[in-house]
């Protein structure tokens, strides 16, 4: 049993470009409540956190960039050169990981859990688990995918996945292995087996919201991985093309994120594509038919992301418009959103999540959602 009543947690690892993420993304889809670990240890030792301090008493301040952030690149160079010095760090962040994670997961109104960490086997958090799922995939996928979405060679890709912890390890350990041979409809298949047996009564969030305009009758639904061509089509035709989608490219970003169909008298007239990484909402795919009027239509699909948002406990939330929804001011004011560069949002996390996520290009409107964060100094 773990250490939260009332709550089953999922501990989550895999060795690198096994799908681990999109695997807690497809848990999140289905209703569970999702932790990315090794995400909250890049926030621990952001400036302003518990553990910036202390990283920098042990190691020095040469770490430091101009803007006063640690280099985590620096950092990374010296811990993984030295296992002395890995161990010094993660006495500093660990301590703090598991008190956020404590934080995130009692407050959590979800009753599954997830939590994901490459080095979960290794860190107490193991011992808090109801259950262990590791993601196995086949060396030359990971391979592949590291290519792919990362750009490396193939050399530096091989390396990267020599270099880990022996998988079998993990496998060996694991109360369920889930395989991602790179097929996303198998993998949803394996996520939904999982989940019924877990979750038998609980299908993953819902929405069905309708509301009665001048212009006619405006409802909004949660997209499901069936709407994969729906969705595809939807994108291709309201951004002119300069988003083109196929079925499977929208099944693969249901790994990555969620999506709200927006609907006027039952004809698809608009989408809202986001994701929740980090605590930080991004909604980066948002595009309305021209016959549909902005002040009524974003309302409405915002203020359900945001709620859905809220639910997963977010922090702010970043939207991306398209330029055609750029200048409705009095609409963005009206939502509580404000036009900020992204290194003018003021906490070390957000910035990051925008400057990941931001087009080249594209605005940036911004919204904090909550002011009691994780992770700041105690």
């Known amino acids: 049993?773990?250490?939260?009543?009332?709550?089953?947690?999922?501990?989550?690892?895999?060795?690198?470009?096994?799908?681990?993420?999109?695997?807690?993304?497809?848990?999140?889809?289905?209703?569970?409540?999702?932790?990315?670990?090794?995400?909250?240890?890049?926030?621990?030792?952001?400036?302003?956190?518990?553990?910036?301090?202390?990283?920098?008493?042990?190691?020095?301040?040469?770490?430091?960039?101009?803007?006063?952030?640690?280099?985590?690149?620096k950092l990374g160079h010296l811990v993984f050169a030295d296992k002395d010095a890995l161990k010094q760090l993660e006495d500093i962040i660990h301590p703090y990981v598991r008190q956020a994670v404590d934080i995130l997961v009692k407050r959590a109104t979800q009753k599954v859990i997830v939590i994901e960490a490459i080095k979960l086997l290794e860190s107490g958090i193991r011992n808090q688990c109801d259950t262990i799922w590791v993601t196995d995939a086949p060396q030359q996928v990971q391979v592949e995918r590291l290519m792919r979405k990362r750009g490396m060679s193939q050399e530096d890709a091989l390396q990267r996945v020599q270099v880990q912890s022996a998988q079998k390890e993990k496998v060996a350990a694991a109360n369920l292995v889930i395989t991602n041979n790179g097929s996303?409809?198998?993998?949803?298949?394996?996520?939904?087996?999982?989940?019924?047996?877990?979750?038998?009564?609980?299908?993953?969030?819902?929405?069905?919201?309708?509301?009665?305009?001048?212009?006619?009758?405006?409802?909004?639904?949660?997209?499901?991985?069936?709407?994969?061509?729906?969705?595809?089509?939807?994108?291709?035709?309201l951004s002119k093309g300069k988003q083109t989608m196929t079925k499977d490219q929208a099944m693969e970003a249901f790994g990555e994120k969620a999506f709200l169909l927006l609907s006027m008298n039952q004809n698809l007239v608009g989408i809202a594509g986001w994701q929740v990484e980090n605590l930080v909402a991004r909604i980066t795919d948002l595009f309305l038919d021209h016959g549909v009027a902005p002040d009524q239509a974003l309302p409405l699909m915002l203020q359900e992301v945001e709620r859905a948002s809220s639910d997963l406990q977010c922090e702010a939330s970043l939207v991306f418009p398209p330029i055609d929804l750029v200048g409705f001011?009095?609409?963005?004011?009206?939502?509580?959103?404000?036009?900020?560069?992204?290194?003018?949002?003021g906490v070390q996390a957000w910035e990051d999540a925008a400057r990941e996520s931001m087009p080249v290009g594209s605005a940036l409107f911004f919204k904090q959602l909550r002011t009691d964060r994780v992770l700041r100094p105690i």
């Open 329 to 345: 001011d009095y609409v963005w004011k009206q939502l509580g959103y404000e036009r900020r560069a992204p290194n003018a949002l």
């Open 1 to 73: 049993m773990s250490n939260w009543p009332g709550k089953y947690v999922i501990g989550l690892t895999g060795n690198i470009a096994t799908g681990k993420s999109v695997v807690r993304r497809m848990l999140e889809h289905l209703g569970a409540y999702t932790i990315d670990a090794d995400a909250l240890s890049h926030r621990v030792i952001s400036r302003g956190a518990p553990g910036y301090q202390p990283v920098l008493d042990t190691f020095g301040k040469w770490l430091l960039d101009p803007d006063g952030q640690i280099n985590r690149t």
């Open 184 to 237: 996303y409809d198998d993998l949803w298949k394996q996520v939904n087996e999982a989940w019924k047996r877990i979750s038998p009564e609980q299908e993953g969030p819902t929405t069905q919201v309708t509301t009665r305009q001048a212009t006619g009758v405006l409802s909004l639904q949660r997209g499901k991985p069936r709407d994969a061509q729906k969705i595809a089509d939807l994108i291709t035709r």
